[in-house]
């Protein structure tokens, strides 16, 4: 029996069919085409790897690999978005990485926390991911060695820095930020039970704490309980009767639960910085930043004159932090990012200056400035 169009028209739907076939067809066509040649791409990819083995050089090159992100994305034309062209080519980066060597990356778990979206963003599928219970026990995996990199929460656009980062920093001053990774970050609410009855929600601290006006708003007798991350607060929700959390789209997929409400954050534009911690170095690409943590003088103006130093370098700050030193007296150490990198002369000069002002000056790192991923 012919199947009629919605014209009821059997020739014009014979026609439809036609044409849908042969469109299907030509993209049966064009994906041999484009395995093909990611085939032919990988390949290369498995040269550069060998001439980098000999050399000693490291497989995780972040100037390069936002080198090539750059690239496609300006020769972008559409209709596919920036965002579905970063992700597919993310992925063929990091396959090709992988067939190099198989790193490992030690992030905040469970799956789908926050931390765990930032370093699939910047490392692809094609890693080997160490989940673990604690920001500092992220610095320790990387510390002893047990992986290469680790990701971590360094700053939220609405709630400020994160503690336990800045914290780690000074007891592992020896690791550097080799990468850093922004992240647009939208809070839902998550449960299996209609929003009346929720008398508990769970989330980490910092997502709380970006949604407090929503909570206070629409949840007021909702107890708030603070967990490790926000997967395990999905994870809660799933199994307890009137619970909700504060998580990802992704965590209520992974832990099948159902998004009550959307976008719950209280500002528009929130994101967190993440930074890769790791051992390694990144060479300057025109377009970084430097981090920097420093200790002065205990002395009336010594953070202006510190803080000079930039001024009269002409060294755009891009963030700054005061965070308690672990000492008997009421001391400081200072956190701040800048535009430029430690090989530019005038940054160079400037952290000289900044030295001969302070009692420590430790370099956390160079690396390239991100833009907020998609």
Same mark, same amino acid.
């Given at each position: 029996?012919?199947?009629?169009?919605?014209?009821?028209?059997?020739?014009? *739907?014979?026609?439809?069919?036609?044409?849908?076939?042969?469109?299907?067809?030509?993209?049966?066509?064009?994906?041999?085409?484009?395995?093909?040649?990611?085939?032919?791409?990988?390949?290369?990819?498995?040269?550069?790897?060998?001439?980098?083995?000999?050399?000693?050089?490291?497989?995780?090159?972040?100037?390069?690999?936002?080198?090539?992100?750059?690239?496609?994305?300006?020769?972008?034309?559409?209709?596919?978005?920036?965002?579905?062209?970063? *992700?597919?080519?993310?992925?063929?980066?990091?396959?090709?990485?992988?067939?190099?060597?198989?790193?490992?990356?030690?992030?905040?778990?469970?799956?789908?926390?926050?931390?765990?979206?930032?370093?699939?963003?910047?490392?692809?599928?094609?890693?080997?991911?160490?989940?673990?219970?604690?920001?500092?026990?992220?610095?320790? $995996?990387?510390?002893?060695?047990?992986?290469?990199?680790?990701?971590?929460?360094?700053?939220?656009?609405?709630?400020?820095?994160?503690?336990?980062?800045?914290?780690?920093?000074?007891?592992?001053?020896?690791?550097?930020?080799?990468?850093?990774?922004?992240?647009?970050?939208?809070?839902?609410?998550?449960?299996?039970?209609?929003?009346?009855?929720?008398?508990?929600?769970?989330?980490?601290?910092?997502?709380?704490?970006?949604?407090?006006?929503?909570?206070?708003?629409?949840?007021?007798?909702?107890?708030?309980?603070?967990?490790?991350?926000?997967?395990?607060?999905?994870?809660? *929700?799933?199994?307890?009767?009137?619970?909700?959390?504060?998580?990802?789209?992704?965590?209520?997929?992974?832990?099948?639960?159902?998004?009550?409400?959307?976008?719950?954050?209280?500002?528009?534009?929130? $994101?967190?910085?993440?930074?890769?911690?790791?051992?390694?170095?990144?060479?300057?690409?025109?377009?970084?930043?430097?981090?920097?943590?420093?200790?002065?003088?205990?002395?009336?103006?010594?953070?202006? $004159?510190?803080?000079?130093?930039?001024?009269?370098?002409?060294?755009?700050?891009?963030?700054?932090?005061?965070?308690?030193?672990?000492?008997?007296?009421? $001391?400081?150490?200072?956190?701040?990012?800048?535009?430029?990198?430690?090989?530019?002369?005038?940054?160079?000069?400037?952290?000289?200056?900044?030295?001969?002002?302070?009692?420590?000056?430790?370099?956390?790192?160079?690396?390239? *400035?991100?833009?907020?991923?998609?």
């Amino acid at each position: 029996m012919t199947r009629k169009s919605e014209s009821g028209n059997p020739a014009l *739907a014979k026609k439809s069919e036609a044409a849908l076939r042969s469109l299907r067809s030509q993209i049966d066509k064009i994906d041999i085409q484009i395995l093909k040649l990611v085939n032919e791409r990988a390949s290369h990819a498995a040269e550069i790897g060998r001439l980098k083995n000999d050399h000693g050089s490291e497989v995780f090159t972040p100037v390069r690999e936002e080198e090539v992100l750059h690239h496609v994305l300006e020769s972008n034309k559409g209709p596919l978005r920036p965002e579905t062209i970063r *992700a597919v080519f993310r992925e063929i980066i990091s396959g090709s990485r992988a067939m190099q060597k198989t790193l490992k990356v030690a992030y905040l778990g469970p799956e789908y926390s926050f931390s765990h979206l930032a370093a699939v963003e910047r490392f692809g599928q094609s890693v080997e991911f160490v989940k673990v219970g604690s920001i500092p026990a992220v610095f320790e $995996e990387v510390n002893r060695g047990h992986v290469e990199f680790g990701v971590v929460p360094l700053e939220n656009s609405t709630n400020g820095s994160i503690a336990d980062t800045l914290d780690m920093f000074t007891r592992t001053p020896h690791l550097m930020i080799c990468a850093e990774v922004r992240l647009p970050i939208h809070h839902n609410l998550l449960s299996n039970v209609e929003h009346q009855k929720i008398n508990r929600v769970y989330s980490h601290p910092q997502a709380l704490a970006q949604c407090r006006t929503w909570l206070s708003k629409n949840m007021p007798h909702a107890l708030q309980k603070e967990v490790s991350s926000t997967a395990v607060a999905a994870n809660l *929700a799933r199994d307890e009767q009137g619970a909700a959390a504060i998580a990802s789209k992704q965590a209520a997929v992974t832990y099948s639960l159902r998004v009550l409400f959307e976008n719950i954050e209280d500002s528009p534009y929130n $994101e967190t910085r993440f930074a890769v911690i790791g051992r390694q170095k990144s060479p300057r690409t025109g377009h970084d930043k430097t981090a920097v943590m420093f200790r002065i003088p205990h002395n009336p103006g010594s953070l202006v $004159e510190a803080l000079d130093v930039f001024k009269q370098a002409k060294i755009n700050l891009t963030w700054i932090e005061a965070f308690p030193a672990r000492a008997a007296k009421a $001391e400081y150490i200072f956190f701040v990012d800048f535009d430029g990198h430690v090989e530019d002369a005038k940054v160079s000069k400037a952290l000289k200056a900044l030295q001969e002002r302070c009692e420590e000056v430790t370099v956390l790192g160079s690396f390239p *400035a991100a833009e907020v991923s998609g």
